[in-house]
């Protein structure tokens, strides 16, 4: 599916299969100098032919066109190797080109998901099957680093970087200050909740993202284009709704740490999560994963702020209400 959002700025719905994102807003600026798109989906036949479908629809040719990445995951990076011709600039930012430039694979996840309480042969064999590593990128193009700040024109949209990170540590979006829209990445969700994982001691991306919210919630905007399901005009409302969101986690984590010390798999196992299995247990392994490491993104700021503290057992970390 193809659409016109604004004059000259196209929406491709791109599918994801097996996803419950369903599919990607890939966005495309047509300008006859040259053209710009935002965002690629997987690397699989289904997302390529949506994509070459779209663009043929909206008379773009690869050719004279250039790429932005708002982050590193497989669904919004994976197809820029088929797309990219000799010409292509691929703009990304500089943290998540430093990311992918030094990635050693999953191992050091894995050991901090284990000191964390989960299962370490689970987690490998998840891992194993996980999209950005089936459906990644087969190689990676020379990447052209915008910062913070910086701005690109294109057809009549001049677009300013926006650094906001949170979801990725680099994760980036684009802001048209005169026609006051936003495209957002996976930044701002209309009925999902971004997912922010944690799994390294070094980092504390929920306060990153809470600190990305309150710096988008400053801009005039009018229209967030997403990077996934629908479009969203009042992003004012949604931004509350998401730091209502994370307050309300943060609060009955602290609730779960009152009965005791837990590893961050015990405290996922109970939280409240939207999915549609009776227990813990039935959750598929992927989904474990994900909300683990938001236990862990929820538990690294309560740790940051001396409401919780941590003490290792063994070779595990646990977690407590400070005193």
């Known amino acids: 599916m193809c659409e016109e959002v604004l004059p000259n700025l196209f929406r491709i719905k791109i599918p994801l299969p097996e996803s419950p ?15 710009l798109i935002i965002d690629t989906g997987l690397n699989r036949k289904e997302c390529l032919e949506a994509m070459l479908a779209g663009l043929r629809k909206v008379d773009v040719d690869l050719a004279n066109s250039d790429l932005f990445i708002t982050h590193l995951h497989a669904d919004h990076f994976g197809l820029v190797a088929k797309l990219a011709t000799k010409s292509t600039n691929v703009f990304f930012s500089r943290p998540e080109k430093e990311l992918m430039e030094s990635w050693e694979g999953f191992e050091s996840m894995i050991e901090y998901a284990g000191r964390n309480g989960f299962p370490e042969n689970e987690l490998r064999a ?25 701005q690109i024109q294109f057809a009549d949209y001049r677009f300013q970087c926006v650094a ?3 979801h990725t540590m680099g994760h980036t979006c684009l802001y048209e200050p005169d026609k006051k829209v936003l495209v957002a990445g996976d930044h701002i969700l209309i009925d999902i909740t971004p997912n922010i994982q944690c799994w390294s001691d070094e ?6 993202y809470l600190s990305s919210l309150d710096k988008v919630a400053g801009l005039q905007v009018d229209l967030v284009l997403p990077g996934h399901r629908r479009l969203i005009t009042d992003h004012q409302a949604r931004i509350e709704e998401l730091e209502s969101h994370h307050a309300q986690r943060l609060a009955e984590v602290l ?26 247990n039935d959750f598929p392994v992927a989904q474990r994963w994900f909300a683990t490491g938001e236990a862990i993104s929820h538990l690294r700021l309560l740790e940051e702020e001396s409401k919780i503290q941590r003490k290792i057992e063994g070779k595990l970390s646990l977690y407590y209400l400070a005193s």
């Not at 994102?21 to 006859?32: A, C, E, F, G, M």
């Not at 998840?126 to 990128?137: I, N, Q, R, S, W």
């Not at 980092?203 to 990153?208: A, D, G, S």
């Open 164 to 166: 906001t990170p949170g």
């Open 21 to 35: 994102l369903k599919y990607l807003n890939s966005y495309v600026i047509r300008d006859p100098a040259r053209c």
């Open 203 to 208: 980092q504390n991306p929920l306060k990153h």
């Open 255 to 280: 609730t779960i740490l009152g009965g005791g010390s837990l590893t961050a798999f015990e405290v996922a196992s109970r939280m409240t999560w939207d999915l549609k299995c009776d227990h813990w």
């Open 126 to 150: 998840a891992l194993d099957k996980h999209p950005g590593a089936k459906y990644g990128t087969e190689w990676i193009p020379e990447l052209k680093v915008l910062e913070d700040g910086d």
